[in-house]
């Protein structure tokens, strides 16, 4: 019988008494805008333990690159270097398979944002590269002043940082003592976010223009989930109607408790939509449905799920990730499930689903055939990857700018539907560091 472990790797947004920081701008937490947004983990009295949790991300996906962690902790990255976010110490181009980044080492953590790129060591230092127009590096320089960086470099006035998520043009990171650091597109430095408090780790919606890139969810220590922000969809309450004259800040956007979920240890942010898995191992989806991405029946639910609602045809899910507009998870077997959007083949099988602009998908969670003995899984906006219990990489979708890592440089529509293995040796996360 296979051990039963939680293992979590997300590049949209794995959230354990996590942030997702609305907008991602760092200027709007400024303390006369922070007296108006109350965030706060609450902190209560429990035995539901999740201080001990931690998501390291080994492999991640940016718009058009990929990046994944070797066993020995040596950090590999291919696809587009348009903006140097490959760290291979020049501009431009692409890359079609793994290639080692030079200069760093002992790599525990990788997360890439469109156009740039970041990495933990175990030591806890943090180092970013690639664009910088909009200040998403940390480096302090003025926008447009460095407008990128070839190599990592080391983001000063971080230490021990435990989990890092870039976004479109923005960082976000929380260090061991729980603090929550945020900077880029709207700020140039690490600026901290005072009212927040025990924060485990952080996770981003893919970027500013997501549904969820305005919204943020938080998990209490007592395994409740707490969300706000400006789209009703994926609050996971029903919101009503807000007088504007009356209040300027609708009360969404304060902290509010979603009702009918409990014992939640994880949460992640997707696109459009949103999952929690609770201690039993039930997923549990709401928000946008309209490509089947929430993984229930189109012809029983509405386009839009309101609240936490259980996916069915899954248990003892053990790993999960949602991509912009799909969404995968693992079971305990060690099976790979997939589910929404399938136009370019991120689902990994044929789907004869289509939607009414003639777009490919399945609402109902289908296993992925091929793979077994599946530790991880990381999807992107249209591509998808897995790690399986021996360290072997399997990537497939959208193949755009050689994201998928096998060699070939495809145009925007092409895409590859199998999953085929990129790499070897692959470090599998342990999030009970």
């Not at 976000?172 to 976010?193: H, M, N, Q, S």
Request: glycine share 12%; charged share 15%; aromatic share 10%.
């Amino acid at each position: 019988m296979r051990k039963k472990r939680f293992v979590f790797i997300a590049t949209p947004t794995l959230i354990v008494c996590i942030i997702a920081v609305m907008f991602g701008s760092a200027n709007m937490w400024q303390s006369d805008v922070s007296n108006d947004f109350n965030f706060e983990c609450i902190d209560t009295d429990t035995s539901f333990n999740l201080e001990d949790v931690h998501t390291s991300n080994t492999v991640s996906f940016g718009f058009v690159h990929g990046a994944a962690i070797s066993s020995d902790g040596d950090l590999y990255t291919w696809g587009s270097n348009k903006s140097g976010q490959l760290g291979h110490g020049e501009i431009g181009g692409h890359v079609g398979t793994p290639t080692k980044v030079p200069g760093i080492s002992n790599i525990v953590s990788v997360s890439l944002g469109d156009v740039h790129s970041a990495a933990i060591t175990a030591s806890g230092d943090l180092y970013t590269w690639g664009s910088n127009r909009l200040g998403q590096l940390g480096h302090g320089q003025d926008w447009g002043a460095v407008q990128y960086s070839i190599t990592p470099t080391r983001v000063r006035g971080l230490s021990k940082v435990v989990s890092v998520s870039s976004s479109g043009s923005s960082t976000t990171v929380v260090t061991d003592a729980g603090e929550l650091y945020v900077w880029g597109f709207g700020g140039r430095i690490p600026r901290k976010i005072e009212d927040i408090t025990a924060v485990a780790t952080v996770s981003r919606a893919f970027d500013e223009g997501a549904i969820g890139a305005q919204n943020a969810v938080a998990i209490a220590k007592n395994g409740e989930i707490y969300t706000w922000g400006i789209s009703n969809i994926v609050l996971g309450y029903k919101v009503e109607p807000h007088d504007f004259r009356r209040n300027p800040v609708p009360s969404a956007f304060r902290p509010k408790r979603v009702p009918g979920i409990k014992n939640v240890i994880a949460v992640s942010f997707g696109g459009t939509h949103v999952a929690a898995i609770t201690s039993d191992g039930a997923l549990y989806t709401w928000g946008a449905n309209w490509n089947g991405q929430s993984g229930h029946d189109s012809g029983m639910f509405p386009v839009i799920i309101i609240e936490p609602t259980k996916i069915l045809d899954l248990s003892s899910v053990v790993a999960f990730s949602l991509g912009s507009l799909h969404s995968a998870a693992v079971t305990e077997e060690g099976f790979l499930y997939t589910w929404g959007l399938s136009s370019s083949g991120q689902l990994g099988y044929y789907s004869s689903t289509y939607t009414q602009h003639g777009l490919q998908y399945t609402d109902t969670p289908t296993r992925v055939p091929g793979l077994t003995e599946v530790v991880a899984v990381s999807l992107g906006y249209y591509s998808s990857a897995a790690i399986t219990s021996d360290g072997s990489l399997y990537t497939w979708g959208n193949t755009h700018g050689g994201i998928l890592g096998d060699g070939i440089i495809g145009e925007r529509s092409d895409f590859r539907r199998e999953p085929q293995k990129i790499m070897e040796n692959v470090m599998i996360p342990n999030n009970n560091r």
